[in-house]
């Protein structure tokens, strides 16, 4: 019985002592993207900064390089090296003490440098809508479902694909947090899972 009393009082506290989400951030992150549909896989580094108004109003740019794996039936590799540039123009709203809300439309570009072949450019664009929630006052949950579409300017393809992103943030300092998350394209069959470090300004 006193557990049962003792839990709850635990979470109300925690939720009460909860700060706003902060949407002015550095970034730094690395990630695996496999798709399973062309068997490419993408290992970057990357780095992205957040920049919020007053008003709500975000802008957020991030940039990424690494390795790209496999790539011998879409370019001619086997490897190569792959570089990508994202700005995300959007909006966020604390809704409770616990929950924020964010929403906005991305457009980026990808170029896949293989070691034999001719480069590989894709364009993105995405409309992303997410909740941020506090589970404690220290450790956040997050996630986000976005409608995404691509542009291989190579092989004058497009597609459109629906993607989920759920993730666990832990804060072990209140302006630093480090995160893990998963995400998943489901008509590629895209696996994306990452890891980053984040510093709030």
């Known amino acids: 019985m006193r557990i049962a009393m003792i839990v709850p009082a635990l979470l109300i506290a925690a939720s009460a002592s909860a700060q706003d989400f902060s949407y ?89 440098e293989p070691d034999r072949g001719s480069d590989v450019d894709i364009n993105a664009a995405r409309f992303s809508l997410g909740l941020r929630h506090w589970l404690l006052s220290r450790v956040e949950v997050h996630g986000s479902t976005s409608i995404v579409y691509f542009d291989n300017d190579n092989l004058a393809d497009e597609e459109t694909d629906a993607e989920l992103r759920l993730g666990l943030r832990v804060y072990p300092l209140r302006n630093v947090s480090l995160n ?11 696996e994306i899972v990452s890891a980053s470090l984040r510093y709030d300004f």
């Not at 792959?82 to 439309?105: C, K, N, P």
């Not at 893990?180 to 895209?190: I, K, L, P, S, T």
């Open 24 to 112: 002015r951030y550095i970034e730094a992150s690395g990630s695996e993207r496999k798709d399973n549909e062309s068997d490419i896989t993408l290992d970057t580094a990357n780095v992205a900064v957040s920049l919020q108004s007053r008003a709500g109003a975000l802008l957020q740019i991030s940039l990424g390089a690494g390795e790209a794996e496999d790539i011998a039936v879409a370019a001619g590799g086997p490897d190569g090296d792959v570089r990508s540039a994202e700005i995300f123009i959007g909006g966020a709203r604390q809704l409770t003490d616990s929950t924020s809300a964010w929403t906005g439309i991305g457009a980026g570009r990808t170029r896949i």
């Open 180 to 190: 893990v998350e998963g995400a998943y394209q489901f008509d590629e069959r895209v």
